[in-house]
């Protein structure tokens, strides 16, 4: 009964296996008024084959859901429903056996964000109205054990007093028992935000909590952090105080959190938008993978070496909007999704949907493109891409949302993909010829269009029953000649609720749902 399909969150343990957090929207066959939700982890192993699958929700308002890894391969979730301060934190093993549960009050203002140390402490980090007065915002940080019991939740101030908000954006280990926190402050929270770095020990002890004023920028967004020995770096997106165009910085911090130099990247007759940024320290290179806006190109790609000296830049054709990029030892990936209109299955339907599928692009580490894939083939296109996700094995997963002739509206798809040392998609098998399906499914409006394609046709009778068994309607179509035939199919007639659709054709019995509202 499912009506959409959300893949919220793909993690690979290192064995290669991948564990998916997916929610799923479906009409209840009770009330055909009334659409429920349940959101589930599934587990496939290193060659995607299913393995299990576990429901941790059957709320309808569950508004955020994530999901990781920790280092001896168990996974963490963490759900909040709509409007709930109830949060609850969740441990399962590798074959998705719950460990251990923990429920507790979070008043986020901010989206939570969780890292995982060496011994499976965890640590969630999030932005909190104090006062509960909308007038201030502070860091928390609440750490967990590896047996989910809660050790501390502090709050954090920044050292410049006159900053009241304060919202955390990115998260990482330092690798001296500290946690690095990027994110914004401003003393307005509808002014100007400065770009923050937090540290923290492991104990929760603050180190230092500094703050950074951009040179010609009266505003910044997003702060990621990376780290290169001591070395810490920030890309931040800010807003130029003289063109008011957006733009990026690079920022260079030592170990106790001073400025070492800042170098802004803004364009002339574009803005640069923030999506990812990288380092790689067997290159010595950083990079900024960026939305561009106001020109032909909508990824912009940029690179410096670690002294800050700028080394190049790459545009991806505009039909290419950002989903996700990798960066391996000596390569680039962007995930995009295109909008070529001829990356689409063909069809006989009259389709009104979005004509558009996945592209991935591989650049050399001095941006030269490699190699460019698309996910879409005579049936199928792989319309929503989601993330790419290394694997051990040297493949790299892709996963998204797929539209499919068999699926029709929504489906779940992965592509493992060797990245080393050239992209190879594997055949992905043409769909059986016998296909049968309504839409628009659910149907509100007093019809739905019925389609089927068979193999060998000739004869072929439709019927109709509901859930009772009870036939409902049919009728024979005699002597069809071609393969793909389209039926608008009147339901005026049909109750709210769900029926079972039954094509028998030859040797060849077909079965579909529909759900009328």
């Known amino acids: 009964n499912s009506i959409r399909v959300n893949v919220l969150e793909t993690v690979a343990d290192s064995s290669s296996n991948t564990f998916s957090l997916i929610s799923s929207f479906y009409v209840n066959e009770q009330d055909a008024e ?48 709509f409007g709930s301060i109830s949060t609850t934190l969740t ?79 990115s998260a990482l280990f330092d690798g001296s028992n500290s946690i690095l926190i990027g994110g914004v402050s401003s003393d307005d929270f ?35 952090l990376s780290i290169n020995d001591n070395e810490i770096f920030m890309a931040v997106n800010g807003l130029n105080n003289q063109t008011f ?60 070496d670690l002294l800050g000296n700028f080394q190049g830049s790459y545009d991806i054709d505009s039909n290419n909007y950002y989903q996700d990029a990798f960066l ?32 991935i692009s591989k650049f050399s580490s001095d941006l030269v493109l490699n190699e460019t894939i698309n996910f879409f083939g005579p049936e199928y296109s792989l319309f929503e891409p989601k993330q790419l996700i ?40 043409v769909s059986q010829k016998n296909i049968f399906y309504c839409f628009p499914n659910p149907s509100s409006h007093g019809h739905t269009n019925v389609y089927f394609s068979l193999e060998h046709p000739h004869n072929a009778k439709l019927s109709i029953f509901d859930l009772n068994g009870r036939l409902v309607d049919s009728f024979d179509m005699n002597d069809l000649q071609e393969e793909r035939h389209l039926i608008n199919y009147n339901t005026q007639n049909l109750k709210h609720g769900v029926y079972i659709l039954k094509l028998d054709s030859n040797d060849i019995s077909l079965t579909t749902k529909l759900i009328i509202q």
């Not at 589930?40 to 299913?50: D, M, T």
């Not at 951009?214 to 910044?220: E, G, I, K």
């Not at 000596?330 to 979005?354: A, E, K, T």
């Open 91 to 169: 441990k399962f093993t590798n074959n998705l056996e719950q460990v251990w549960s923990q429920n507790f009050s979070l008043n986020s203002m901010q989206n939570e964000i969780i890292v995982i140390d060496n011994l499976n402490n965890i640590f969630m980090i999030t932005a909190v109205d104090s006062q509960n007065n909308f007038e201030s915002s502070l860091i928390n940080v609440i750490k967990f054990n590896s047996n989910g019991v809660q050790e501390f939740s502090n709050l954090y101030i920044p050292t410049n007093s006159a900053l009241n908000f304060s919202f955390a954006t």
């Open 245 to 304: 165009m957006h733009g990026n910085y690079i920022i260079k911090i030592n170990n106790l959190g001073q400025l070492i130099w800042q170098i802004p990247n803004f364009m002339n007759d574009a803005e640069l938008f923030m999506d990812k940024f990288l380092l790689s320290s067997n290159l010595n290179k950083l990079y900024i993978v960026s939305s561009k806006v106001g020109s032909i190109a909508n990824i912009h790609i940029d690179c410096w």
């Open 190 to 224: 509808s002014s100007i935000f400065y770009p923050i770095v937090l540290n923290i020990s492991i104990n929760g002890t603050q180190n230092y909590f500094n703050d950074y004023h951009l040179n010609d920028s009266f505003s910044s967004k997003i702060v990621e």
């Open 328 to 359: 391996d030892n000596d390569s680039i990936y962007v995930l995009s999704q295109n909008q070529s209109s001829y990356n689409f299955p063909y069809r006989l339907l009259n389709w009104n949907g979005p004509f558009i599928s996945s592209q």
């Open 390 to 429: 290394p694997l051990d094995n040297s493949n790299l997963l892709i996963s998204g949302r797929l539209f499919h002739e068999e699926l029709f509206f929504e489906g779940l798809k992965f592509f493992s993909i060797p990245y080393e040392p050239t992209l190879n998609i594997p055949e992905v098998p």
């Open 34 to 81: 009334q659409i429920s939700q349940k959101s589930y982890i599934i587990k496939y192993n290193s060659i995607g084959q299913f393995v299990s699958s576990y429901m941790i929700s059957d709320t309808v308002g569950t508004s955020s859901l994530r999901l990781f890894v920790t280092n001896n391969n168990e996974l963490v979730v963490l759900s909040k429903d």
